[in-house]
């Protein structure tokens, strides 16, 4: 758990994802054949195949999280932020954030408790500065912050954090690089940056890589509590396999593949078919002349927010499915 901690924890905001980037890079340096990036703060990491008739293929997991900007500081020392994704006012208000520099700060709600209409520009951090000018000591307009939400482990192997979306998801890939000795295709792991703001890096990474095969890693929904049963995705019931967001339709041979793949090697799986909401596939879909798209979801909890939950069964599925994904022909 001590991977996931450190990059569950580390910040990377989207558009201010130099830690992370560094964190990382730390883990699969020794690991890849080439370690790149770009000016839109990709990190693009290639583990060469073998396959006399190998594919390029675009594993992408974003490694941004949803985060606050100051917009401006009242009279008083309050904080006027923005979001920076997309933001749960419910999820959020009451919380605490914390700022690059390790300054700490709690959401409020300048419409009261009660029934939170509103959104994220009704809200304020409370710092605990007495003024503007004691606020200004600490912070400045154009900060950025994230969650505060420190990885726990609960019941039957979940544990819960905040940036679950999509740490996770760059857990998963980099677990997966480290068993690839051999791939048959060339595998081009990228970790994403900006998909909270509209899947950015990974467009722009496309363009680079140019993929015969795209294939997001990223969290799902999880419809099994009693606030949502609409959906088919659970946690505990494996891997998720996409078929079907916002963003994108995947690819059928794709989708039949993965299947068969969880089948022939009792992988545990479900099929992932979201009604919003999008993942990097839909940029790689649509890159350069088009690119056969997929996903591997991990069903999540609280997804949005300083408290993810997921099982680590289903990431253990996941990890599995993508390393039998890039050995198979």
Same mark, same amino acid.
């Given at each position: 758990?001590?991977?996931?901690?450190?990059?569950?924890? #580390?910040?990377?905001?989207?558009?201010?994802?130099?830690?992370?980037?560094?964190?990382?890079?730390?883990?699969?340096?020794?690991?890849?054949?080439?370690?790149?990036?770009?000016?839109?703060? /990709?990190?693009?990491?290639?583990?060469?195949?073998?396959?006399?008739?190998?594919?390029?293929?675009?594993?992408?997991?974003?490694?941004?999280?949803?985060?606050?900007?100051?917009?401006?500081?009242?009279?008083?020392?309050?904080?006027?932020?923005?979001?920076?994704?997309?933001?749960?006012?419910?999820?959020?208000?009451?919380?605490?954030?914390?700022?690059?520099?390790?300054?700490?700060?709690?959401?409020?709600?300048?419409?009261?408790?009660?029934?939170?209409?509103?959104?994220?520009?009704?809200?304020?951090?409370?710092?605990?500065?007495?003024?503007?000018?004691?606020?200004?000591?600490?912070?400045?307009?154009?900060?950025?912050?994230?969650?505060?939400?420190?990885?726990?482990?609960?019941? /039957?192997?979940?544990?819960?954090?905040?940036?679950?979306?999509?740490?996770?998801?760059?857990?998963?890939?980099?677990?997966?690089?480290?068993?690839?000795?051999?791939?048959?295709?060339?595998?081009?792991?990228?970790?994403?940056?900006?998909?909270?703001?509209?899947?950015?890096?990974?467009?722009? *990474?496309?363009?680079?890589?140019?993929?015969?095969?795209?294939?997001?890693?990223?969290?799902?929904?999880?419809?099994?509590?009693?606030?949502?049963?609409?959906?088919?995705?659970?946690?505990?019931?494996?891997?998720?396999?996409?078929?079907?967001?916002?963003?994108?339709?995947?690819?059928? #041979?794709?989708?039949?593949?993965?299947?068969?793949?969880?089948?022939?090697?009792?992988?545990?799986?479900?099929?992932?078919?979201?009604?919003?909401?999008?993942?990097?596939?839909?940029?790689? /879909?649509?890159?350069?002349?088009?690119?056969? *798209?997929?996903?591997?979801?991990?069903?999540?909890?609280?997804?949005?927010?300083?408290?993810?939950?997921?099982?680590?069964?289903?990431?253990?599925?996941?990890?599995?499915?993508?390393?039998?994904?890039?050995?198979?022909?």
């Amino acid at each position: 758990m001590r991977m996931l901690r450190k990059l569950t924890q #580390t910040f990377g905001v989207s558009g201010r994802e130099t830690e992370i980037n560094k964190v990382i890079t730390e883990y699969v340096k020794d690991y890849a054949d080439e370690i790149s990036s770009d000016g839109i703060d /990709n990190l693009i990491v290639l583990k060469k195949g073998s396959g006399a008739n190998k594919k390029r293929v675009m594993v992408s997991m974003h490694k941004d999280e949803i985060g606050f900007m100051i917009m401006s500081i009242d009279s008083d020392g309050f904080l006027k932020v923005r979001n920076v994704g997309g933001i749960n006012v419910a999820t959020s208000v009451a919380n605490r954030i914390q700022f690059r520099n390790g300054t700490i700060g709690v959401i409020g709600f300048s419409k009261g408790l009660g029934e939170l209409k509103g959104g994220v520009l009704d809200m304020y951090v409370d710092i605990g500065a007495k003024s503007k000018k004691d606020a200004e000591k600490k912070v400045k307009v154009g900060d950025v912050a994230c969650y505060m939400g420190d990885l726990a482990k609960l019941k /039957n192997r979940r544990v819960v954090s905040k940036a679950m979306d999509n740490r996770i998801g760059c857990y998963i890939g980099i677990k997966a690089l480290l068993q690839l000795e051999n791939p048959y295709h060339d595998m081009y792991f990228v970790f994403s940056s900006q998909e909270e703001l509209g899947l950015k890096g990974a467009t722009v *990474a496309s363009r680079v890589v140019k993929p015969d095969i795209g294939i997001a890693v990223d969290i799902t929904g999880s419809y099994d509590t009693p606030d949502s049963k609409d959906g088919n995705m659970k946690m505990g019931e494996g891997a998720a396999i996409k078929v079907m967001d916002k963003s994108v339709i995947c690819d059928e #041979t794709l989708v039949n593949t993965m299947v068969r793949i969880s089948e022939e090697n009792k992988i545990k799986y479900q099929m992932d078919i979201l009604p919003s909401g999008g993942t990097d596939a839909g940029a790689m /879909n649509i890159s350069n002349y088009g690119v056969r *798209a997929g996903g591997i979801s991990i069903p999540t909890r609280n997804g949005h927010g300083p408290n993810g939950m997921v099982d680590m069964k289903d990431v253990e599925a996941c990890i599995e499915l993508l390393v039998k994904f890039a050995l198979a022909k």
